[in-house]
């Protein structure tokens, strides 16, 4: 599972200190609030992860379109989208998971 064992909080940002790329969890808060955060990481780091679970994935979703869309248009993109299924043991629920990478690209 690609998100197994992460109990982040909401909004909560992991840097990892040998890459220039940053992870942050999308949850239910105002999409435009988490999409100015996201910015705001985008001028430090290269590449910043979009995770998200079950009901929170539109808001991902959202995000990552208004981050290449429109604050960021010609200078960012979507490199690579992951999709999978978490399944909770014995129970039979399944949820599904998300991770939205986006890159700053060079405006030439």
Do not use: F, R, Y
């Not at 909401?10 to 890459?19: A, I, P, Y």
């Not at 960012?76 to 890159?103: F, N, P, R, Y």
Request: glycine fraction near 8%; hydrophobic fraction near 40%; avoid cysteine.
């Amino acid at each position: 599972m690609l998100m197994e064992g992460t109990n982040e909080l909401q909004g909560q940002e992991q840097t990892n200190s040998m890459s220039n790329t940053t992870s942050v969890s999308i949850g239910n808060e105002p999409v435009m609030q988490s999409a100015v955060d996201v910015l705001a990481l985008m001028g430090k780091k290269n590449q910043v992860t979009l995770k998200a679970k079950g009901n929170s994935i539109p808001n991902a979703v959202a995000v990552a379109n208004i981050i290449t869309e429109k604050l960021m248009s010609g200078n960012s993109k979507v490199q690579k989208i992951v999709l999978d299924t978490e399944s909770a043991a014995g129970i039979g629920k399944m949820t599904s998971t998300i991770e939205i990478v986006l890159e700053k690209t060079s405006n030439s």
